[in-house]
């Protein structure tokens, strides 16, 4: 039962390293978009593509902390003792993102709106980055029983890099979806303006991927191992087929392929890295068994998920596709003084 849990885990990962991720990269676009004249546009888009779905992302979060700390106590207590600070770090991140970005557009004074804006928008960069920070303590087998609250789990190379594939492949994600939106919303010029910064992305998530593979040889031989062989290995193939099929579809006018194609390349790299850890939570020192919780514990938690995912997963992909068709548009100030003239 405790694999089956653990499967379970990695998707919900993988999950919210799609879904979140591209909430994530469109803060990064929107902190990169330039001054407030040259950024006005990319920045409308980015609020009307992110308002209707933004939030309900982070299901996927609270998913993978409910079953970490109940299915994986072990795991779950050396985790946050080991990665107390980036933890701690993305959480703030997370809370300052969301209050930014909810008090950014009714802000009646520029200066406000201005800092509302910055505080969305680094805390886009800033949360992914300490998220992967998190990954990459795990995956190099630092998170031990006997690693202390310090900087020495999280402060190396494999870390550090997870982190940056983290912004880069969430840029990449964002970048792919904001282009896709810019065509749905009508804005032509700001479609080649995001699949430009698409290309860019997926140019640096694919440097990074290499990178880290190499470092890894040395820094998280067991992961390297399983990134190179097997299960594993199958997974970073479909990773870099996807990303050759995101770059020809991204270099069109984009559509729900080059988001498919997209998402494919991110969720394949996380599976990847999932495989690559069997039979470990945290290679080499701790397996799933070791540090999953009591059966009887499992065994609930697997049926409260498969609730949960029959009335869950309907909803949220209902919610999506409202969204991308259209049907989730806010109404403007003439749709309001419509609808009163029509009831006066």
Known sequence: MAGVIAVVLLLAVTAYACAGGTDYGAGFWDLVAGGTRRGKRPRWLIDHAMAPVWEVNNVWLIFVLVILWTGFPVFFERLFLAMWLPLALAAVGTVLRGAGFALRKPARRLAGRRLYGAVFAVSSLLTPFFLGVVAGGVASGRVTADAGPSADAWAHPVPVLFGLLAVATAALLGGVFLAADARRFGAPDLDGYFRRRALAALGSVAVLAVITLVVAHGDAPHVWHGLTHGVGLFFVVVAAVGSLATAWLVRRPSGAWSRIAAVTVVASAVIAWGMAQRPYL??????????????????????????ALVLVLPAVALLYWLDTHGELESLTDADLRSGTGDQG
């Open 282 to 307: 945290v290679p080499t020192s701790l397996t799933v068994a070791d540090g999953a919780g009591a059966n009887t514990t499992l065994r609930w938690l697997g049926l409260v998920t498969l609730v």
